[in-house]
């Protein structure tokens, strides 16, 4: 067998026993010494050996917004004469091999970093520069495309990563939008197959007056339509791109056309409709459109954990709890009950919701905490929002779809508790007064005897009369006794 041949070493890069081979690269500190492999330089380096912090990476959706910006920006320098037509084709080459997924595991900088998200924005910058000269016909470090004169001409991190921001969001929140008003239509399909079910309503968790079981799920059902309005009521703003503002809002180093020629170039990459921002200190300064989007997540995950909570008690038991709903069995719920079925699905749910809570609190001391030209805090509030909107648009699907959909009803355990609450006697006020209804009501408590019995004996109302002016299902429309 013949010996196998060993490849030389690449030049300016070196590889022995002890580690895999490397390349030296270099920024304005000095050299760097960088993996062989990678397509981030020198900057990137430095990121992550600074930030070694949670192993947490910007989202999907953050990299490719900031790709797409990249993208713009090439074909709008070239065209405005002020980069080299075969750079900008082989940084847009490069741009959408990563589009496509091709080199995913080259952003590398923790979630947690330098502020406003430099060392995250480099990376795409360098990984672009790398991969464009290779594109070229050039290798890897060899500054023949580079990252801050070519990739990031006429741009800086402080336009760049808020206007990302603002992309990332405006491709994945529609999502959550979908999902709420999924979820919302379950329940108005619940609802009316569910209109002619009467239960006892209830209040501080006692017994109240009588309500259609649709009735109880089509406010279900109007609350997460409205929280998917409030969700997407906060999107339109964030097509307001400061792009182009450049390092503090003044638009220095970038063509006068940019602006308006980049955020053209967006809408058409994006298939969106964007502009640019009226006030570019306002889109560089504020966080609050992100604030604003958080916040409306923050009161749907609200909902989202109310309505989960009142499945879960009206499903309860099934024989020592209220039962009037019956859930899907997706999962064993016990190691050591057999039979045993939880509402896992509602669970869930209520995890998420909290959770979205959390990130949107950090979301609005981070908007909060800007100061003059920028607010550093923005690779937080990126994270932080796209996971909320991961998070709550997969919760909602998952719960529609595991539970809400299969969802089923106990007519007769709802008219069982329907017939028995003492609330009934709330009819019998307009007709004898709220003094004796109340002495009725007692009654029947101390002696287990029904209200409409007790109305009969206690307030000479007649029989009949009393099982019409009692009757649950009347009860669940306006009127007086």
């Not at 080199?103 to 480099?122: E, I």
């Not at 024989?319 to 509602?346: C, D, F, Y």
């Not at 030209?373 to 909107?389: G, Q």
Request: proline share 6%.
């Amino acid at each position: 067998m013949a010996p196998k041949k060993r490849s030389r070493p690449t030049p300016g890069r070196q590889g022995s026993k002890r580690g895999p081979a490397t390349r030296i690269e270099r920024d304005t500190l000095g050299e760097v010494r960088v993996p062989a492999a990678a397509l981030w330089g020198a900057q990137t380096a430095r990121a992550v050996e600074n930030f070694p912090i949670s192993a947490l990476r910007e989202p999907r959706a953050l990299i490719d917004a900031v790709v797409r910006i990249k993208i713009a920006a090439a074909r709008v320098n070239a065209r405005l004469g002020l980069l080299p037509r075969p750079k900008a084709r082989a940084i847009e080459a490069a741009g959408r091999e990563v589009l496509a997924g091709r080199w995913d595991g080259q952003f590398v900088v923790d979630a947690y970093q330098a502020g406003a998200g430099t060392s995250f924005h480099m990376n795409v910058n360098e990984v672009l520069a790398n991969r464009a000269a290779e594109i070229r016909g050039g290798r890897r470090g060899d500054r023949s495309v580079d990252p801050n004169d070519d990739v990031n001409m006429a741009q800086s991190t402080n336009d760049v990563i808020p206007t990302a921001m603002r992309l990332a969001a405006l491709a994945t929140a529609p999502a959550a939008v979908e999902a709420l008003t999924e979820l919302a239509a379950t329940f108005e399909k619940k609802a009316r197959a569910w209109d002619g079910i009467v239960k006892s309503g209830r209040t501080h968790l006692m017994d109240a007056t009588p309500i259609r079981l649709g009735q109880e799920v089509s406010g279900w059902a109007a609350a997460l339509r409205a929280a998917a309005a409030r969700v997407n009521d906060a999107l339109p703003e964030l097509a307001a791109l400061g792009i182009g503002g450049t390092a503090v809002g003044t638009g220095v180093n970038a063509h006068r056309r940019y602006q308006e020629l980049v955020v053209k170039e967006l809408s058409r990459l994006c298939k969106i409709p964007l502009f640019p921002a009226p006030n570019p200190f306002y889109a560089m300064q504020s966080l609050a459109p992100f604030a604003a989007l958080s916040g409306a997540l923050r009161v749907a995950a609200i909902e989202l954990i109310r309505i989960g909570g009142d499945v879960r008690l009206l499903a309860s038991g099934p024989g020592t709890g209220l039962a009037e709903l019956r859930l899907p069995a997706v999962q064993p719920g016990s190691s050591i009950m057999p039979g045993k079925v939880n509402p896992s699905m509602a669970e869930m749910l209520a995890m998420v919701g909290h959770q979205v809570i959390g990130l949107d609190e950090a979301i609005a001391w981070a908007s909060a905490s800007g100061q003059l030209e920028l607010n550093v805090t923005m690779p937080l509030v990126a994270w932080n929002l796209l996971h909320e909107i991961e998070i709550l648009t997969n919760g909602v699907r998952a719960f529609d779809r595991r539970l809400a959909r299969g969802l089923e009803a106990d007519p007769e355990r709802a008219r069982f508790y329907a017939e028995r609450t003492v609330s009934l006697a709330t009819a019998l006020a307009p007709r004898i007064g709220y003094e004796a209804a109340a002495a009725i009501v007692k009654e029947s408590l101390r002696s287990g005897r029904s209200i409409a019995d007790l109305a009969v004996e206690m307030a000479g109302i007649a029989p009949g009369e009393a099982r019409r002016l009692l009757d649950p299902a009347r009860l669940t429309r306006p009127g007086r006794a």
